[in-house]
Each structure stands twice: as C-alpha cells, then as structure tokens.
C-alpha cells in the first residue's frame, strides 16, 4: 500500500524503512540508490537471533547488488559480517564518521547526531540527486515543521519540563537517559510515566532507568501490550518504587497531582505509549 501510494503521488525520492531485520523484510523488494543500515542492537531476538552477529546477518540482506551501503555504527563484532556480503554483492561499504560536524536541527536528543551523520552519509553515497551543504542545513533545521515527525524527544512544556520519546529497546533507552539525567539534575523532583509492548528486555532496561525518578507504569492501547501488571512486578525487582495505574489517562492525572514548576516528566518506553499521549494531548489541555 506504501508503495502504490509513492507512486500515485509520483514522489522524486522515498525512504523506505525496513519493519524488523531486513533480509525478509516485505520491503526488501526495492533496489534502493543506497541501503543504510543504522546500528545492530538486541531487539526482536526471537525473530532475528540471538547474538548482535546473528541479526547483523538478517540487516545485511537489505545490501543489493552494486549499491553502496552506508553503515551507521561500526564495531569489532558486527563489522566483518557487512563487509563479507557487500563483497559478494559488489557494494561499496561507507561507514559513518562519528566525529564529522553535525548541523543545528529541529529534532532534539543528542543521538539525533549520529542519525544527521548517517543520513548525511546516504545522501552522499547515492548520485541520482545533486545536493548542498545549504540544502541540507534547511532540511535539518525544518525537519520536524515539514514533515510533522513527532515523538523523538519531544518537548512538551518547559514549566514543568515535560519530554516524551519513543525509544523502545535498552540501547535506544540507554541514550534517551543519559539525555533525562542531565535534565533531573537540575529539577526539584522528576517522574516518569512507562508502558511497553512484548518482547522487550526490561531487566536490562531498568538498569537505565533513574532510581530518583517516581516511576508511574502503564500499559499503550496495543494488543501487543506488556500488561501493565507483568512491567510493574519487573520494576519491583530492581527499584523500591514504582506505581501501577489503570490507564494512560490515570498515570498522567496522578502525576499531575505532584507536579511543580520545578519538577520534570518523561513519558516513553515505547511508541505506541508516546503515540496515545499525544491522541490525548491534541484532544485535551493537560497540562
């Protein structure tokens, strides 16, 4: 449906994003001007394997035949698997520069700069499209205005600070919270309203997770939700505190019920979470 809906609108460039793995992945029917491959993480291992390798084989299916492929984070373990198939396939490797200058933007969260890196690095690896420096600095700066993307470290009220963000795995929400740690330090009190889906490794990410944030734990309207009942007795095992609510709605009327002008409130720990504040947000004042 994507596709016939690119077509339609007769679109000059697409980005198509891989749904899980890549090798057989419903999108991997395209012959991309560049394949990007961000970075290997643990996620959705009983479907990609267990071991970073293993999955790093399953995202390397998306590397065609004499296409370059730009490859966003570069390590010891993962490495020799994209440079094995892109040798068979005849592709050009480029690996992301994690020291090359980034561009002010619109989109917030330092991991946001090694997401410019990489798409500046696909956009200079494909040679259909002519591009500018001045180009680029436009569409990073308007980015969020010209595309209406939402979610990713979303700032919702400055007084008090309010942030939504749709990491959802423990590498994504180890970056998400370094970025929240830096915030509560200078807060009175900070709090923190999560839900999940399953199949997420939340003894990892609780690791992650502020001992001095209040926790209020939920559950998204999804019917892959992690019950908010199983997340809440995760939580216990690693945190002294945390709060089951009955809803979405419940977490955030009982967190507003603390909240100071000096406090601080992360929503997150998944997508779907993120995308039912903002449905009740746009249909409510709450805050």
């Given at each position: 449906?994507?596709?016939?809906?690119?077509?339609?609108a007769?679109?000059?460039?697409?980005?198509?994003?891989?749904?899980?793995g890549?090798?057989?992945?419903?999108?991997?029917?395209?012959?991309?001007?560049?394949?990007?491959?961000?970075?290997?993480?643990?996620?959705?291992?009983?479907?990609?394997?267990?071991?970073?390798?293993?999955?790093?084989?399953?995202?390397?299916?998306?590397?065609?035949?004499?296409?370059?492929?730009?490859?966003?984070?570069?390590?010891q373990?993962?490495?020799?698997?994209?440079?094995?198939?892109?040798?068979?396939?005849?592709?050009?490797?480029?690996?992301?520069?994690?020291?090359?200058?980034?561009?002010?933007?619109?989109?917030k969260?330092?991991?946001?700069?090694?997401n410019?890196?990489?798409?500046?690095?696909?956009?200079?690896?494909?040679?259909?499209?002519?591009?500018?420096?001045?180009?680029?600095?436009?569409?990073?700066?308007?980015?969020?205005?010209?595309?209406?993307?939402?979610?990713?470290?979303?700032?919702?009220?400055?007084?008090?600070?309010?942030?939504?963000?749709?990491?959802?795995?423990?590498?994504?929400?180890?970056?998400?919270?370094?970025?929240?740690?830096?915030?509560?330090?200078?807060?009175?009190?900070?709090?923190?309203?999560?839900?999940?889906?399953?199949?997420?490794?939340?003894?990892?990410?609780?690791?992650?997770?502020?001992?001095?944030?209040?926790?209020?734990?939920?559950?998204?309207?999804?019917?892959?939700?992690?019950?908010?009942?199983?997340?809440?007795?995760?939580?216990?095992?690693?945190?002294?505190?945390?709060?089951?609510?009955?809803?979405?709605?419940?977490?955030v009327?009982?967190?507003?019920?603390?909240?100071?002008?000096?406090?601080?409130?992360?929503?997150?720990?998944?997508?779907?979470?993120?995308?039912?504040?903002?449905?009740?947000?746009?249909?409510?004042?709450?805050?």
């Amino acid at each position: 449906m994507a596709f016939d809906a690119f077509r339609k609108a007769k679109v000059d460039l697409a980005v198509i994003e891989v749904g899980m793995g890549g090798r057989l992945d419903s999108t991997n029917v395209i012959n991309p001007l560049v394949s990007v491959i961000t970075n290997v993480e643990l996620d959705h291992t009983e479907y990609l394997g267990e071991t970073r390798r293993d999955i790093a084989r399953e995202k390397a299916g998306i590397i065609k035949p004499n296409t370059p492929v730009v490859i966003g984070q570069k390590d010891q373990e993962t490495q020799d698997v994209f440079i094995q198939v892109a040798k068979k396939q005849n592709s050009k490797v480029v690996w992301v520069n994690k020291s090359s200058r980034v561009f002010e933007m619109d989109l917030k969260g330092s991991y946001q700069n090694q997401n410019q890196r990489t798409a500046i690095a696909a956009i200079s690896a494909q040679n259909r499209f002519p591009f500018s420096t001045s180009g680029i600095k436009k569409g990073l700066i308007n980015t969020s205005k010209s595309t209406g993307f939402r979610g990713r470290w979303q700032i919702i009220n400055h007084e008090p600070f309010i942030v939504i963000d749709t990491a959802h795995n423990p590498s994504g929400l180890k970056e998400v919270m370094s970025d929240w740690r830096k915030i509560i330090l200078k807060k009175s009190n900070s709090f923190m309203i999560l839900g999940s889906v399953l199949g997420k490794d939340w003894d990892m990410i609780w690791k992650y997770i502020p001992a001095e944030s209040k926790v209020f734990i939920t559950e998204p309207k999804v019917q892959r939700a992690l019950p908010a009942s199983q997340l809440y007795y995760s939580s216990r095992k690693h945190r002294t505190e945390s709060i089951l609510c009955n809803s979405l709605l419940d977490a955030v009327m009982r967190v507003k019920k603390e909240l100071s002008e000096n406090d601080a409130l992360f929503i997150g720990g998944t997508t779907f979470l993120v995308a039912d504040f903002l449905r009740i947000m746009d249909q409510n004042k709450l805050f």
